[in-house]
């Protein structure tokens, strides 16, 4: 079966085979679930339903595709020699129409008491690092006697033994591996080409790589690691870094295909729309389903301010210019009140106080070089005496006082230093911000070119659906979300996971009406 490096694996069986039934849930967004079962189609044509494709097909399952088979359904059922035997103890006739098709060729009789096999699926394993002996000894010496002291038929096995210390209550022991199994390579065997699956004549073919756009070191560093993990786990395509010395500088680089993907928030969602045609392909989800968050307007708890109007000559703390909470709502409301004209936002985008990175180089740089850019950024600005109000969503502060912060300058704010300055005047509670914001704002997004054709949005979206159900904030291994040694690189530490969106979707449909609106008024190339 020859590779597509177009479509992959899932494109190259559904060239190879005339029908089949694969069923089951090819990916856990919905949209890209129903996109590759539309267009692969032919994959779901021998299933009992193949309106639905589901899990639970008649012919799903190991049992399920020797029905398949025995019926007529198909002309090749995959499944593995414990399920065959248990099958023909319940069908016996079914020996006299299947046999054992033998991956070097011939056929062997299902009965046969030596049953050629296509290859080993090895069990699961604990791992060790291989340079200290002596340590391995102990920690081998350790799980054979947790296995002992806790085995069937003990009645009172603690609930972590099978969550934690073993993969599944099926499990029935643990023993030391060989000599000739102590490298990765020689336990997987075969199994190995199962998990890199090759796909030879595709090296350097572009439809093989997933490029994400970055604008610092240390966001290319998260990058990077996330890299390494999903190679581990298989995923496709590969996924690759570079950096690039600005967002604007990656919206050009994806506009050219150099990248694939770019993450924005709404603000440089629609600058990346509208001057670089650039379409979303996914939303941040926050809270494990919500595509949306607040900007709010945050002062000191001794502030005297009342209403916008209150702000006027006083120093404010933006996240970035032309970015969501920190430019885009709060600029744009003061514009349709009235409060500024479009054409002071111009000199009122000169007017905060940065400070640069821990040399003073950097000032104002629009990521992580500046101490005061971002969410954790602008609060700080304002924790530290260099503004009187910072525009963040409405996660900032929960996120960054009463010892939920990770960073040196969080280590003795308080939520209750702080207070949320209403859109239609007075202030509340920062977990009050369901009444007291600047509006309801899109989710980041990912960005992808819209020269792309449907098979890569497509394979990039699988990509991204796949990552976000594995590497979840509940992840073992690796976790893509959550706060790490510095803040929102890549994705927003406050963000679950992963949304696909309709892909023939663009820029102002997932942006909205009123969002929009804000922009166009906010937009700083009027600045120009």
């Not at 129409?97 to 030596?114: M, T």
């Not at 990058?223 to 050009?252: H, R």
């Not at 202030?427 to 890569?456: A, I, M, W």
Request: hydrophobic share 30%; with cysteine; net charge neutral.
């Amino acid at each position: 079966m020859d590779a597509d490096c177009e479509g992959g694996e899932i494109a190259s069986v559904s060239r190879f085979f005339s029908g089949s039934c694969v069923p089951g849930t090819w990916s856990k967004d919905p949209e890209v679930d129903r996109r590759l079962k539309s267009k692969y189609s032919k994959l779901c044509s021998k299933c009992k339903d193949p309106s639905t494709c589901a899990v639970d097909d008649v012919y799903a399952g190991y049992q399920g595709v020797m029905n398949c088979l025995s019926d007529g359904a198909a002309d090749v059922a995959f499944t593995k020699i414990p399920a065959l035997k248990e099958y023909l103890e319940k069908n016996p006739n079914f020996g006299e129409v299947a046999e054992i098709l033998c991956f070097e060729g011939g056929r062997k009789s299902v009965n046969d008491a030596n049953p050629c096999i296509w290859g080993h699926r090895p069990t699961n394993a604990f791992v060790a690092r291989s340079n200290d002996q002596e340590e391995n000894e102990r920690i081998v010496a350790a799980l054979l006697d947790t296995q002992t002291r806790y085995a069937i038929p003990q009645s009172r096995t603690p609930d972590w033994y099978y969550k934690t210390f073993l993969s599944h209550p099926k499990v029935s022991g643990v023993k030391r591996t060989e000599e000739e199994q102590n490298t990765h390579v020689k336990y997987l065997g075969d199994f190995i080409h199962a998990i890199r699956k090759p796909r030879s004549g595709c090296e350097g073919n572009k439809n093989n790589f997933a490029t994400f756009c970055v604008t610092s070191n240390d966001e290319k560093a998260k990058c990077e690691e996330y890299s390494n993990a999903a190679e581990a786990q298989g995923l496709w395509p590969d996924v690759d870094c570079v950096k690039g010395d600005s967002k604007a500088a990656c919206m050009v680089t994806v506009q050219e295909d150099n990248a694939q993907m770019l993450v924005l928030d709404g603000g440089d969602v629609y600058t990346a729309g509208r001057y670089y045609g650039l379409q979303p392909i996914a939303s941040e989800l926050y809270n494990g389903s919500d595509a949306t968050y607040y900007a709010v307007a945050v002062l000191r708890s001794a502030s005297d301010a009342n209403k916008l109007a209150d702000l006027r000559g006083l120093r404010s703390c933006h996240t970035g210019i032309g970015r969501t909470a920190g430019w885009v709502m709060p600029v744009g409301t003061l514009i349709s009140d009235g409060l500024i004209s479009a054409g002071e936002n111009c000199h009122h985008a000169q007017s905060r106080h940065c400070i640069g990175d821990e040399q003073g180089q950097h000032k104002c740089a629009r990521d992580s070089k500046e101490r005061y850019s971002g969410y954790a950024g602008a609060l700080r600005c304002l924790a530290e005496g260099h503004g009187d109000v910072a525009f963040v969503k409405h996660k900032t502060v929960p996120d960054y006082t009463d010892g939920h912060g990770k960073e040196a300058w969080t280590k003795d704010l308080l939520s209750s230093d702080f207070m949320l300055l209403c859109d239609r005047g007075g202030t509340d509670s920062v977990f009050n911000y369901g009444n007291c914001n600047l509006g309801k704002v899109p989710s980041h997004q990912v960005v992808t070119g819209n020269e792309l054709s449907e098979n890569r949005r497509l394979n990039l979206a699988r990509l991204l659906a796949d990552s976000s159900s594995r590497f979840s904030k509940s992840a073992h291994l690796y976790r893509l979300f959550g706060q790490g040694q510095k803040p929102d690189l890549l994705f927003k530490d406050s963000a679950t996971g992963l949304k696909i969106t309709p892909l023939d979707s663009n820029y102002e449909q997932v942006l909205g009406k009123r969002f929009l609106e804000a922009s166009r008024a906010a937009d700083p190339r009027r600045c120009a």
